[in-house]
């Protein structure tokens, strides 16, 4: 599942660490880095963004957390899954960014 952590620093519970940004998880260790007291207060504040209850993102909200995606080996493996077009140019868009910053 993706998760997005919208705060300035990674976060570390329960064997989990989230770095800034669109992070690729397994949905039981997000669960259980959620039973993290802190954990819980910072996602109750919002500093998590994720779709829970094993849905998929509508392309609206993928291209959001692509966008904020760093890891390019994720961003591949997420075109292998995804088969809408907008996400898999937004993919491929921000692919060319971080491989291609200067342009």
Do not use: C, W
Request: no cysteine; hydrophobic share 35%; proline share 4%.
């Amino acid at each position: 599942m993706l998760v997005q952590n919208k705060g300035n620093h990674s976060y570390t519970a329960n064997g989990l660490t989230l770095t800034p940004g669109t992070n690729k998880v397994d949905e039981k260790e997000f669960e259980r880095f959620l039973t993290h007291p802190l954990m819980k207060h910072l996602n109750d504040k919002g500093e998590f963004v994720y779709e829970g209850d094993k849905t998929r993102p509508s392309a609206k909200d993928a291209i959001a957390m692509i966008e904020d995606a760093f890891d390019i080996d994720m961003l591949k493996a997420l075109k292998a899954e995804d088969d809408r077009k907008t996400v898999l140019d937004a993919i491929d868009k921000r692919i060319e960014e971080l491989t291609n910053p200067e342009k």
